[in-house]
């Protein structure tokens, strides 16, 4: 069955509902094991050289947003007592889910939908359906 889940989160509802339903299943799975992911997308220039005049290293702004997220979104694993994996990555975030899914050998990705209306997401793409179709594992969207 599914021995590494990777939660792919963003601070949506939809999200917090992918990471309880993972919770669910990994305490149903014993010894499987849980990574949280999130995705941050690259500063635009224009931004990184206004913070560095202010004193602000956008990076380090960017990483410890990241950490923050994580730990918010944590609470449904931490209340069955399972430990997980942080993860940040930087880029698209389709592209970083499917990178991350296959260089840690993970058997399922869960994500929740966002739930764009349907000329938003005809026009702009939702990550989540951009993961299940270029991800080559399996992948659980979570309503």
Do not use: W
Request: hydrophobic share 50%.
């Amino acid at each position: 069955m599914f021995r590494r889940i990777l939660v792919a989160v963003d601070g949506s509802e939809g999200a917090q509902r992918a990471v309880a339903a993972a919770a669910e299943l990994a305490a149903a799975l014993p010894g499987v094991e849980v990574a949280l992911i999130t995705v941050s997308e690259p500063v635009p220039l224009f931004v990184v050289d206004e913070l560095r005049a202010n004193g602000l290293d956008p990076a380090m702004l960017q990483e410890r947003h990241a950490e923050e997220l994580l730990e918010a979104s944590a609470g449904p694993l931490r209340e069955r007592g399972i430990d997980y994996l942080p993860l940040t990555a930087v880029g698209d975030p389709a592209d970083e889910i499917c990178r991350a899914a296959q260089e840690g050998d993970y058997d399922l990705i869960v994500m929740g939908r966002r739930g764009l209306g349907p000329i938003q997401e005809m026009l702009a793409g939702s990550v989540s359906s951009k993961v299940v179709h270029r991800a080559k594992r399996a992948v659980l969207i979570v309503q």
